[in-house]
């Protein structure tokens, strides 16, 4: 026998057993993000390398050392996206969106990142993302977050808090920098290596570090949210508000950087502490740099991504999975009449009974064997179709997970037993 191929590591398959959270959750933060008027795009999992260096940052994590960069045949350089933020943009640009309007679009699908494989982090993971264009104020950085706080409610997830905190305008950032490069100057003894390196080139990516050594030293550094220009600091004082006005409890975090380049002013994460040290499920913040950066008119932007791992672990952890997408019927058949007669009964109550799941059974074998299949595939009911079915004209309908009764109904009844049913 041949050797196995196996995945590739932190790259993993999702089985049918439980594909039914990740669709329920999906399915529940597409009809939220519709409700609020977002539309979805969808981009190529594939873009220029040049559009994540200058949008995430030459001197990040992720651009440094976990981007899937190839040559492609043509000899360009190619990555697989780390994030979606900068591919939307692109294509907003791209496709004209941008001139004059206002945006609410989302998307969802796989990134890629090389990071070290663990819980809740992995090579490829899915990522649902909201971002909007042409909106400056605090209200659509309030919208976003109340909408991921209702995304939870509607989840039944409780277990998650709220940091937040504000970056400033680029100048502001500016002169916080120089403060920030005197203190960790001041102890460049304390300093990994990595921190010593970026100490130049971007020295609020140290606060980001994930290095414990230097947890004190960051913990005593200054804080960007004291060197704040007045209009950020209207524009975050009147996102609280927003946020008050509604009940949405948050934590000021001062040391909350992010870890790509492209926010300013606001930015937040929501964390869970049921999923240990990866409890970060939401992040994003606003963006008002990036669509110049890239090419485009000056536009202001919001947004955040959502990991989908994240959730589905924290769904199943805290015991609100949804339950498994089980089908309401199973259609048991035995005989060459009970089939062609199933068949047809099958195919007409799949357009009479809208919503009906129903499994056929294939392949035609005994009572006994078909009913274990039946039970197997957690139907609820059996429609059965034998025999005497065939010869008095009717189907009988055995509940699989109760003790009623088996009946005998006409087809017409079958089709109102099920219609019932299903609304139970
Ligand atoms: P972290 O600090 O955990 O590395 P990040 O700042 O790199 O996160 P973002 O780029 O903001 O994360 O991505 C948004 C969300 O996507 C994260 O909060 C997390 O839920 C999820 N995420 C990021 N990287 C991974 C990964 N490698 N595997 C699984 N989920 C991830
Ligand atoms: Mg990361």
């Given at each position: 026998m041949a050797g196995k191929i196996q995945a590739i590591r932190g790259m993993h398959d999702i089985l049918p057993e439980q594909v039914h959270i990740w669709?329920?959750?999906?399915?529940?933060?597409?009809?939220?993000?519709?409700?609020?008027?977002?539309?979805?795009?969808?981009?190529?999992?594939?873009?220029?390398?040049?559009?994540?260096?200058?949008s995430i940052g030459e001197v990040t994590d992720i651009v440094e050392k976990e981007m899937y960069t190839f040559e492609d045949r043509n000899g360009d350089s190619l990555t697989l996206r780390p994030e979606g933020t900068?591919?939307?943009?692109?294509?907003?640009?791209?496709?004209?969106?941008?001139?004059?309007?206002?945006?609410?679009?989302?998307?969802?699908g796989p990134m890629f990142r090389h990071e070290r494989p663990q819980k809740g982090r992995y090579r490829q993971f899915y990522q649902a993302g909201v971002e909007c264009f042409g909106m400056q104020g605090p209200d659509i950085d309030a919208e976003h977050i109340v909408m991921t706080a209702r995304l939870w409610e509607r989840l039944g997830i409780?277990?998650?808090?709220?940091?937040?905190?504000?970056?400033?305008?680029?100048?502001?950032?500016?002169?916080?920098?120089?403060?920030?490069?005197?203190?960790?100057r001041a102890h460049i003894n304390e300093l990994d290596d990595d921190s010593v390196r970026r100490l130049e080139s971007n020295p609020m990516r140290i606060l980001d570090s994930k290095n414990p050594d230097m947890k004190q030293l960051i913990a005593s550094a200054p804080v960007m949210?004291?060197?704040?220009?007045?209009?950020?600091?209207?524009?975050?004082?009147?996102?609280?508000?927003?946020?008050?006005?509604?009940?949405?409890?948050?934590?000021?975090?001062?040391?909350?950087?992010?870890?790509?380049?492209?926010?300013?002013?606001?930015?937040?994460?929501?964390?869970?502490?049921?999923?240990?040290?990866?409890g970060t499920i939401c992040a994003g913040g606003r963006f008002d740099g990036l669509v110049e950066q890239l090419g485009g008119r000056k536009t202001p932007a919001m947004g955040f991504a959502i990991g989908i791992e994240r959730m589905v672990a924290l769904l199943e952890e805290t015991g609100v999975a949804p339950g498994k997408n089980s089908p309401?019927?199973?259609?048991?058949?035995v005989g060459d009449e009970a089939q062609s007669a199933g068949f047809k009964l099958v195919?007409?109550?799949?357009?009479?009974?809208?919503?009906?799941?129903?499994?056929?059974?294939?392949?035609?074998?005994?009572?006994?064997?078909?009913?274990?299949k039946a039970d197997k595939s957690g139907a609820s009911l059996a429609l059965i179709i034998g025999d005497d079915e065939i010869a008095n004209g009717v189907i009988s309908i055995k509940p699989l997970r109760s003790d009623d009764d088996q009946q005998q109904l006409s087809h017409d009844d079958v089709e109102k037993y099920l219609q019932e049913f299903i609304l139970n």
């Open positions: 669709q329920t959750l999906e399915s529940t933060m597409q009809d939220l993000f519709g409700s609020y008027g977002y539309q979805e795009i969808r981009m190529p999992l594939l873009e220029k390398t040049d559009l994540f260096k200058r900068a591919g939307c943009v692109r294509a907003c640009i791209e496709n004209g969106l941008l001139h004059n309007q206002v945006h609410r679009l989302w998307y969802s409780r277990d998650v808090r709220l940091e937040i905190n504000s970056l400033g305008s680029s100048k502001s950032r500016a002169e916080y920098q120089d403060v920030l490069v005197d203190y960790y949210i004291d060197h704040l220009d007045e209009e950020s600091k209207q524009h975050f004082e009147r996102l609280l508000g927003y946020l008050d006005d509604v009940g949405i409890r948050y934590d000021i975090s001062p040391k909350l950087v992010r870890g790509l380049d492209y926010y300013g002013k606001t930015v937040f994460e929501w964390i869970t502490d049921s999923l240990g040290a990866q309401h019927a199973y259609l048991v058949m195919d007409s109550l799949r357009t009479s009974v809208p919503g009906l799941k129903i499994v056929m059974h294939c392949g035609g074998g005994s009572y006994k064997s078909q009913f274990k």
